[in-house]
Nanobody, 122 residues
Framework: QVQLVESGGALVQAGGSLRLSCAASGSIFIINAMGWYRQAPGKQRELVAR???????NYADSVKGRFTISRGNVKNTVNLQMNSLKPEDTAVYYC????????????????WGQGTQVTVSS
């Protein structure tokens, strides 16, 4: 019903920058919030940054001041600008969207992208 496609993951040196993008498509009535999560090997998936439909943002403490989440210029897209990258930022980054489906009533559902690999070398 809803598809999320991420792009922008890459191998980068410590101190470098990357920009991740995510586009949502499908039977979308309203996107309540979009966000980025990450999962490093052997660790649980964790929130990186999130933005609501009202553009309220929140960030993990570990990325505050370095990462910026923003709505894209194209509808139903979100970007994550990552600066001053550190080796500990290495992970698979997943896009998430909390969505009300067309014709689906008031219920809200979480959808996930397939993930994009970010590797930061020291």
């Amino acid at each position: 019903q809803v598809q999320l496609v991420e792009s922008g993951g890459a191998l980068v040196q410590a101190g470098g920058s990357l920009r991740l993008s995510c586009a949502a498509s499908g039977s979308i009535f309203i996107i309540n919030a979009m966000g980025w999560y990450r999962q490093a090997p052997g660790k649980q998936r964790e929130l990186v940054a999130r933005i609501t439909s009202g553009t309220i943002t929140n960030y993990a403490d570990s990325v505050k001041g370095r990462f910026t989440i923003s709505r894209g210029n194209v509808k139903n897209t979100v970007n994550l600008q990552m600066n001053s990258l550190k080796p500990e930022d290495t992970a698979v980054y997943y896009c998430n969207a909390n969505v009300q489906i067309m014709g689906g009533g008031p219920g809200r559902y979480d959808y996930w992208g397939q993930g994009t690999q970010v590797t930061v070398s020291s």
